[in-house]
């Protein structure tokens, strides 16, 4: 079969008048006909997409409507890191809520892995494709053993028994926590607990994870094991990434970053395109990473340094440069 495809967009393709040949790997070839096909690159696409959170009274009269996403268009490739920042109420949750279809656009769309979130049969396979992980690790884990826990997705699943054992290895190994399989999850640190979860969500083998501040309720540590554990999955299990969060320096190595402000996509581009906007990003009442705000506030001072320094070692790199 071949596919004509334009980079990074869904190409439809209406295949009523294409014979296309199945082969069954050994003698035989069947004629599949279908009616259109969607095929993409990206693993999520949102499209003007609108979410309103209606409050009735008791008689079911609506009270208030609030726009909690605003016309939001965005993209995430698959493979990719992204990182979604935004203040309080920005609508980054309500975001991914949707790509989990626990909530449907009020307008718009959303395709998840080529599935649009609003085709109520495929919600298992957009469920499978895009695994959410969130805040409290407490609230994710319900087995009394890790290993158990983790295994509950894929037994849910109808996984067999054996491929359990498998997947329940693999992801433990992932996250790094194979050697607490046996341990329980309440004698573990908040850090290892959301590996666990991670791990929980791997073992569903899904194409994409959303993590919607995964590291809020962490220590320094815990904060520093999670992020690396997600950058090795994005990395070695090519597992495509969207992380929300309010910290500045876990967003320095993802591809792209989305910034969000009173449900609108407001700035989108690479970490460096993003972090050389300081004034922009305080306007949306966003920090920058330390060593950026004080490469920033050395340039103000006549100090020619590049805009959007994110790390010390490039600080360095620069400051070398005007000894
Ligand atoms: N269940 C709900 N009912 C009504 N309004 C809601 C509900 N959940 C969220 N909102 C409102 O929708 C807006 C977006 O909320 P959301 O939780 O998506 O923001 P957020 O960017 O995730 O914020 P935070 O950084 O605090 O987690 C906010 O104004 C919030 O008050
Ligand atoms: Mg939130």
């Not at 085709?119 to 695994?131: K, N, P, Y």
């Not at 569903?204 to 554990?229: S, W």
Request: charged share 30%.
């Amino acid at each position: 079969m071949c596919i004509l495809c334009k980079d990074n967009e869904a190409v439809k393709i209406n295949i009523a008048n294409i014979i296309f040949l199945h082969y069954n790997g050994k003698d035989k070839y069947s004629v599949i006909k279908g009616r259109t096909v969607g095929v993409t690159m990206n693993m999520i696409e949102a499209k003007n997409l609108v979410f309103e959170y209606i409050r009735r009274d008791e008689e079911g009269n609506v009270e208030s409507i609030h726009r909690a996403v605003d016309e939001v268009s965005l993209d995430v490739k698959k493979g990719d890191f992204v990182a979604i920042l935004g203040h309080n109420g920005s609508g980054k949750s309500t975001i991914a809520k949707h790509i989990n279809a626990i909530l449907l656009p009020s307008e718009g769309t959303l395709v998840v892995n080529g599935i649009d979130t609003k085709e109520e049969d495929r919600l298992w396979d957009i469920r499978q494709s895009a695994g959410m992980v969130f805040q409290n690790p407490d609230n994710q884990i319900i087995a009394s053993v890790v290993e158990e826990d983790v295994g509950f997705g894929p037994e849910n699943m109808g996984v067999p028994t054996e491929e359990i054992w498998k997947r329940v290895e693999d992801s433990l190994k992932a996250v790094g926590m194979y050697e607490y399989r046996t341990h329980s999850p309440n004698k573990l640190s908040g850090g290892q607990k959301q590996r666990v979860a991670i791990a929980g969500i791997m073992a569903m083998r899904p194409q994409c994870i959303i993590l919607d501040e995964p590291t809020a309720m962490l220590d320094p540590n815990g904060r520093k094991e999670v992020i690396r554990t997600i950058r090795e999955l994005n990395k070695t299990e090519h597992v495509t990434v969207l992380l929300i969060t309010h910290y500045m320096d876990e967003v320095i190595e993802a591809d792209k970053v989305i910034v969000m402000d009173d449900g609108k996509v407001v700035m989108q581009g690479t970490p460096k395109e993003i972090f050389s906007q300081v004034d922009k990003l305080k306007q949306y009442r966003l920090d920058v990473p330390q060593v950026t705000e004080l490469a920033y506030e050395l340039k103000k001072e006549g100090i020619p340094l590049p805009d959007g320094i994110l790390t010390v070692e490039e600080f360095g790199i620069e400051i070398k440069k005007l000894i």
